[in-house]
């Protein structure tokens, strides 16, 4: 599986983010109390959205040649999953030794003495196995004196990351693949194209 370069931002207009975590619920007919037994790492991050109509065959054929180019569900791409860049200074963050599979990751390299980010905001964090794993901070990110902190975020990784990796805070993404099926374009009246949209994580 290859990571296809995108051409440019996708012009989406509208984009729906959705990582369920699988769970098996045991309720006691008796007492009505459950067991909820989950699957660390199981969570799958998927999106969709409406592409933009393009007007005019010339202004669409990067597009086309980008579709084509992912194969179906062959090949994956990063797509961006913030509106903007980030004007922090974070570049250079890396995972610190002692980094689990779970669901905290310790880090290094961050700006002294402060919060980095805020819980709710986004990372990607690069995995052994090749995949690019995008979580989401459940509490604030805050970089101690050396610029060393804990991250806490959701889903799991899954995959234990290299100490020394590159974390990226300025633009996360999701590496995924399309779902949608069969792939293909749209033409309208008046050489109007668009395309179906539809992913989920490559993992």
């Not at 005019?56 to 992912?70: H, I, K, M, Q, S």
């Not at 002294?112 to 090749?130: D, F, I, K, N």
Request: glycine residues 14%; neutral net charge; proline residues 8%.
């Amino acid at each position: 599986m290859a990571i296809i370069p995108i051409p440019a931002r996708l012009p989406l207009r509208g984009l729906k983010w959705r990582c369920p975590e699988p769970a098996i619920v045991n309720r006691s007919g008796w007492t009505g109390t459950s067991k909820v037994v989950g699957l660390p790492g199981a969570g799958v991050w998927s999106a969709s959205g409406e592409f933009s109509v393009i007007v005019g065959e010339g202004n669409v054929l990067r597009w086309r040649a980008f579709f084509t180019a992912l194969r179906g569900q062959r090949n994956s791409f990063c797509l961006i999953a913030i509106e903007r860049a980030r004007q922090t200074e974070t570049i250079g963050v890396t995972v610190r030794a002692g980094a689990g599979n779970a669901d905290t990751l310790p880090l290094q390299g961050m700006p002294a003495g402060g919060r980095v980010l805020l819980g709710g905001e986004l990372m990607t964090v690069p995995l052994p196995s090749g995949h690019h794993r995008l979580v989401c901070l459940t509490q604030d990110l805050v970089a101690d004196a050396n610029g060393e902190g804990v991250a806490r975020f959701g889903p799991e990784l899954g995959e234990i990351p290299t100490a020394g990796t590159l974390v990226e805070l300025r633009t996360p993404y999701a590496q995924v693949r399309q779902t949608s099926e069969p792939p293909g374009w749209d033409v309208g009246l008046g050489q109007t194209y668009t395309f179906p949209f539809s992913v989920e994580e490559a993992k």
